[in-house]
């Protein structure tokens, strides 16, 4: 198994910082280059500006070059003196408050919180912050924001102008837009907000084209002092083939060291199972008769002689790694196969048969100890093969986590439907792993059935064709406006479907775009609500019966409906679990759920289901987010269709926004490598 090799290169500061042999995606080699740091919160932003290297950056290339040719006495990488700024615009000596001019001392409270609500109030922000603040920043929450106001910017919700205001209002005239804790908390900022958008590293002129727009002055110095501090690591990308001189292209990535460190540690076990697999210690030998399907026997043969498998395939597809886990349980072997959410769990108990019970898990069941085989004394699972199913769901470091947790010498098989969207936190793990190419891969041959499925496989090849639905299991809905997009919905999940196909309102789930907007998720619900579940939303805008969504933290969405309340919160059945929502986390963890968004929806289905696509919706939609919403429905899917022609074109031509990962590559090189 490789390492990541460590070289020490000069930094201005006298700062120790570290070259170290680090993958990234496609055809692109890469060398990560990180200080001594401290953990890192949170990650990432969105757009890719192009732009040429500044000079800042060549600087840091060629002290990396350098090292590589093993030239010891690299050039320092200093960074360059701000320019002078004009006679007519010098401020007096005495006019200029040094950067980390502190403000004036007042006592605060020796209550965490209460501390935190005074130094908010202070400056004029929302005293709600202040428990996310100490859950952030920790017991000095208070302390740390008076002698640095910019960190309101790490807390939910809180934008770079409202921070700046904050720190205007606590520091007074010491507040300067140059302030070396601004550039770090918008550093931050930016990052967090990539994270959310799926980004596990971004190049460096994505970056400073950012914090140009957030006007931080000096944006390359920015970020060469947040590489010294240790806040971010680099990586030094030279393309594919490029030849090892001053001239070779050079892309520079950064990221938090969270990230980087949860895709390195999932690249590292992910060859762990490959290298430690032996196909002579394992009694296991199936046979062609022990499989339903032709792809059945595919993946069966193929995971009897690999420690990694991936299998692709639609819902039908999902029969295949369910014979494998049966097939290996009467092996003798200890299988188990996990499912991204509860819906998913059953319909794989199912599948499963008599071992279903016991064999069928969700991942974080897996994960917590919950579900499944108990952990050995060295923290392993006590199994010998583990079917993942809904694998494109798993950001880099859950993935990172359950691959952790697979033994030494077992079975490991990744299975999902390529097509549908990546999962709601950082990375595309499923994607990654299929780039590479460096485990054995079953793709299925198994089509979805009927005119839902025939529909859907066409939109996964950019197709919106017309399909026979003689049974009414696809219909299209036209609507002029998103207030009659709302109507219609009402209309088809209390009367039409329930009437028509004999599915009844709570087995019909609405999917659209988004939550705000006039036909978004709150729109939709309150409709909703008020025909089928009317009331006076007596326990903080909820009553029983009232269908919601549950989402205990990011990338989890828990289905269940209102049973009661009482002074210790919100009482949820979560799929015949009861949950009790703290009070105080009612309104920011529980929404309506009559209609949900297509991520929310994704690794469950329903007998029905009711995609409502308002006029303003085409400019978000992707072919990734139409093809998931769609798949969503087993028996009927109506289509509430307010975008017109837009439709085919988003199928055609909009694929999945990408995004900026480096596990593709560590994988290659660490394969390569071993």
């Known amino acids: 198994m490789s390492r990541r090799r460590c070289i020490a290169i000069p930094t201005t500061t006298g700062a120790r910082c570290d070259l170290q042999a680090s993958p990234q995606p496609s055809s692109e080699r890469s060398k990560a280059v990180s200080t001594d740091r401290t953990p890192a919160e949170d990650a990432n932003p969105a757009a890719h500006p192009t732009g040429q290297p500044s000079e800042e950056l060549a600087r840091l290339a060629e002290a990396v070059r350098a090292i590589e040719r093993?030239?010891?006495?690299?050039?320092?990488?200093?960074?360059?003196?701000?320019?002078?700024?004009?006679?007519?615009?010098?401020?007096?000596?005495?006019?200029?408050?040094?950067?980390?001019?502190?403000?004036?001392?007042?006592?605060?409270?020796?209550?965490?919180?209460?501390?935190?609500?005074?130094?908010?109030?202070?400056?004029?922000a929302p005293?709600?912050?202040?428990?996310?603040?100490?859950?952030?920043?920790?017991?000095?929450?208070?302390?740390?924001?008076a002698e640095d106001p910019w960190l309101v910017l790490s807390l939910p919700g809180v934008r770079v102008d409202q921070a700046d205001g904050f720190a205007r209002t606590l520091l007074g005239a010491s507040c300067r837009p140059d302030d070396e804790r601004r550039g770090r908390a918008v550093v931050g900022w930016l990052l967090e907000r990539a994270a959310e958008a799926g980004h596990t590293a971004l190049e460096w002129s994505v970056l400073t084209a950012a914090?140009?727009?957030?006007?931080?002055?000096?944006?390359?110095?920015?970020?060469?002092?947040?590489?010294?501090?240790?806040q971010l690591m680099v990586f030094h990308d030279e393309q594919e083939g490029a030849a090892p001189d001053d001239e070779a292209p050079v892309t520079l990535l950064l990221g938090l060291d969270r990230y980087a460190?949860?895709?390195?540690?999932?690249?590292?076990?992910?060859?762990?199972?490959?290298?430690?697999?032996?196909?002579?210690?394992?009694?296991?030998?199936?046979?062609?008769?022990?499989?339903?399907?032709?792809?059945?026997?595919?993946?069966?043969?193929?995971?009897?002689?690999?420690?990694?498998?991936?299998?692709?395939?639609?819902?039908?597809?999902?029969?295949?790694?369910?014979?494998?886990?049966?097939?290996?349980?009467?092996?003798?072997?200890?299988?188990?196969?996990?499912?991204?959410?509860?819906?998913?769990?059953?319909?794989?108990?199912?599948l499963l048969g008599a071992d279903g019970g016991q064999a069928a898990v969700t991942v974080d069941g897996l994960l917590s100890g919950g579900e499944g085989p108990g952990r050995r004394a060295d923290g392993t699972l006590e199994l010998d093969l583990l079917a993942v199913l809904d694998a494109p769901?798993?950001?880099?470091?859950?993935?990172?986590?359950?691959?952790?947790?697979?033994?030494?010498?077992?079975?490991?098989?990744?299975?999902?439907?390529?097509?549908?969207?990546?999962?709601?936190?950082?990375?595309?793990?499923?994607?990654?792993?299929?780039?590479?190419?460096?485990?054995?891969?079953?793709?299925?041959?198994?089509?979805?059935?009927?005119?839902?499925?025939?529909?859907?496989?066409?939109?996964?090849?950019?197709?919106?064709?017309?399909?026979?639905?003689?049974?009414?299991?696809?219909?299209?809905?036209?609507?002029?406006?998103?207030?009659?997009?709302?109507?219609?919905?009402?209309q088809l999940v209390?009367?039409?479907?329930?009437?028509?196909?004999?599915?009844?309102?709570?087995?019909?789930?609405?999917?659209?775009?988004?939550?705000?907007?006039?036909?978004?998720?709150?729109?939709?619900?309150?409709?909703?609500?008020?025909?089928?579940?009317?009331?006076?939303?007596?326990?903080?805008?909820?009553?029983?019966?009232?269908?919601?969504?549950?989402?205990?933290?990011?990338?989890?969405?828990?289905?269940?409906?209102?049973?009661?309340?009482?002074?210790?919160?919100?009482?949820?059945?979560?799929?015949?679990?009861?949950?009790?929502?703290?009070?105080?986390?009612?309104?920011?963890?529980?929404?309506?759920?009559?209609?949900?968004t297509a991520h929310q929806a994704v690794g469950a289905r329903w007998p029905a289901a009711v995609v409502v696509l308002p006029g303003d919706a085409a400019a978000t939609l992707t072919r990734q987010w139409v093809y998931s919403a769609f798949s969503r429905a087993e028996r009927h899917l109506s289509v509430v269709q307010g975008i017109d022609e837009a439709l085919p074109r988003v199928v055609a031509e909009v694929p999945a926004k990408d995004r900026t990962t480096r596990l593709r590559t560590v994988l290659r090189e660490q394969t390569a490598e071993g």
């Open 494 to 596: 209390a009367d039409s479907v329930p009437r028509a196909l004999g599915v009844p309102a709570g087995q019909t789930q609405v999917i659209t775009p988004g939550h705000g907007g006039a036909a978004g998720t709150r729109a939709l619900n309150a409709a909703l609500k008020e025909r089928l579940n009317p009331g006076p939303g007596r326990y903080a805008g909820f009553d029983p019966g009232d269908r919601v969504v549950y989402v205990p933290g990011p990338g989890r969405a828990l289905p269940g409906t209102v049973v009661s309340a009482d002074p210790d919160g919100l009482r949820l059945d979560c799929e015949g679990g009861p949950v009790v929502v703290p009070r105080e986390q009612v309104a920011s963890a529980v929404r309506h759920g009559w209609a949900v």
């Open 70 to 124: 093993g030239d010891h006495t690299a050039p320092r990488t200093e960074r360059p003196a701000p320019p002078e700024r004009p006679a007519a615009e010098a401020a007096p000596a005495a006019a200029q408050p040094s950067a980390s001019a502190a403000v004036r001392p007042v006592a605060l409270s020796g209550e965490p919180v209460e501390a935190a609500r005074q130094v908010l109030a202070r400056g004029s």
């Open 261 to 350: 460190l949860a895709e390195e540690s999932l690249a590292d076990g992910l060859v762990r199972l490959l290298n430690t697999f032996e196909t002579a210690a394992t009694p296991w030998e199936p046979s062609e008769t022990e499989s339903p399907s032709p792809s059945a026997t595919q993946l069966i043969l193929a995971v009897a002689g690999s420690g990694l498998t991936a299998h692709t395939g639609g819902e039908a597809a999902r029969a295949e790694p369910a014979a494998l886990v049966t097939a290996a349980r009467a092996a003798g072997l200890r299988a188990y196969a996990a499912a991204h959410t509860e819906n998913g769990r059953r319909r794989l108990a199912e």
């Open 393 to 490: 769901q798993l950001d880099v470091e859950r993935a990172a986590s359950l691959v952790e947790s697979v033994p030494d010498g077992a079975r490991l098989v990744l299975s999902g439907d390529p097509g549908v969207l990546w999962s709601a936190g950082p990375g595309r793990v499923f994607a990654d792993l299929l780039a590479a190419k460096v485990c054995p891969q079953v793709a299925s041959r198994t089509p979805d059935p009927g005119p839902i499925g025939e529909l859907v496989s066409g939109i996964g090849i950019g197709e919106l064709a017309q399909v026979e639905a003689p049974e009414r299991e696809v219909v299209i809905v036209p609507v002029r406006d998103a207030g009659e997009a709302v109507h219609r919905t009402v």
């Open 127 to 145: 005293q709600a912050l202040a428990e996310p603040a100490v859950d952030r920043l920790g017991e000095r929450a208070g302390e740390l924001l």
């Open 211 to 230: 914090l140009q727009k957030q006007s931080v002055s000096d944006p390359d110095g920015t970020l060469r002092k947040a590489v010294e501090d240790g």
